[in-house]
């Protein structure tokens, strides 16, 4: 995990975003990348170069946010890009290879009720690259305890779990894997991926409605510093796939959410 891309806003958590990511970075020896996506609309009668200036301002904007933290002697670079969020990652993805993507929840003007925002939502449903969601005002901690949420023990991309294996063999971590049967739980979501079994140190099942709730039920039990769940039509965020916006009924997490991406 060698490369960490953070798409900041300007929302006020976004220095603490920013702060994490550094951080992480640095317990894990990476380069950040500081992304700031733009969008310009088109003006009939524009004399001068907008691009140019909206540019240069997006770029003293990350340039100042920096200045306001700790960089802790982290390699990390800047990039402004013209466009949507989403395609910028993409592109800085296709040309230097993205191993994470960290983000806030959501921007400042989202109601209370939001967990997450279109963008980190968007983020999380229409990229293949893994995504660690840092709650509002989370302070880093090196991470010790894992607990790893799933439905299904059927992992079909092995490249998926190379984020959790990088994480509890950097971190000297533990994995706890709760394995959660919801209504619509099948017989052969009990068979486990080898590699998968081989990092876990302890494991339960428990019968719920949503696997949110069979997190909730084991959260203070096993009391993690990271909560790992997977991207799959049929996981945790399958409502992202009808919208990009996650309501806090649906799921709130106070701790860091690792998203793995699997395809089913």
């Not at 293949?128 to 059927?154: C, H, M, Q």
Request: hydrophobic fraction near 40%; charge should be neutral; proline fraction near 5%.
């Amino acid at each position: 995990m060698k490369n960490i891309i953070v798409p900041l806003g300007s929302s006020e958590n976004s220095k603490n975003t920013l702060q994490y990511a550094v951080d992480f970075a640095k317990e894990i020896n990476a380069v950040l990348y500081v992304l700031n996506a733009y969008y310009i609309p088109k003006t009939a009668g524009t004399i001068i170069n907008v691009d140019d200036i909206v540019a240069r301002e997006r770029k003293q904007f990350l340039e100042d946010m920096i200045e306001r933290i700790d960089t802790k002697g982290v390699d990390i670079k800047i990039i402004a890009a013209k466009g949507d969020v989403i395609d910028a990652v993409t592109a800085v993805n296709d040309k230097l290879g993205v191993d994470l993507i960290v983000v806030g929840p959501r921007p400042n003007d989202l109601g209370e009720e939001l967990f997450l925002g279109r963008t980190s939502g968007g983020i999380i449903k229409q990229t293949d690259i893994p995504v660690l969601i840092v709650p509002e005002n989370y302070g880093f901690k090196p991470i010790k305890r894992v607990l790893t949420a799933i439905k299904s023990g059927v992992i079909k991309n092995s490249n998926a779990l190379k984020p959790l294996l990088f994480i509890i063999n950097n971190m000297q971590a533990r994995m706890h894997l709760l394995q959660v049967k919801t209504p619509d739980f099948l017989p052969e979501d009990l068979e486990f991926y080898s590699d998968l079994a081989a990092i876990t140190s302890s494991y339960n099942s428990s019968e719920n409605a949503t696997l949110f709730q069979g997190v909730l039920e084991h959260l203070n039990a096993k009391n993690p510093d990271l909560i790992c769940v997977f991207r799959r039509k049929r996981g945790f965020f399958k409502k992202l796939w009808e919208q990009n916006i996650i309501k806090k009924v649906d799921f709130e997490s106070r701790l860091p959410l690792l998203v793995l991406k699997e395809t089913e």
